[in-house]
């Protein structure tokens, strides 16, 4: 099976790659494959949620978090 990664990019989305469900408050649900990653909006703006759209680069979106932190 292949391994789950998500990884944070600076200012930017969540990226996640691997074979993993993805739902939402509302119970629709995605499904990542292991060769398709996906971008998960972190700036709240993304009229594409919860997919990024590039947004965060036109609103000035900062993030101070790391992973690990």
Known sequence: MAEV???VLKNGP???TGPVGLVDQEG?????????PVALCRCGQSSNKPF???THG???????????S
Do not use: L, N, P, Q
């Open 5 to 7: 990664r998500i990884k």
């Open 14 to 16: 969540y990226v996640v």
């Open 28 to 36: 629709a649900s995605w499904s990542v494959e292991a060769d398709k």
């Open 52 to 54: 990024c759209d590039g």
């Open 58 to 68: 036109r609103c000035g979106f900062v993030a101070e978090e790391r992973a690990g």
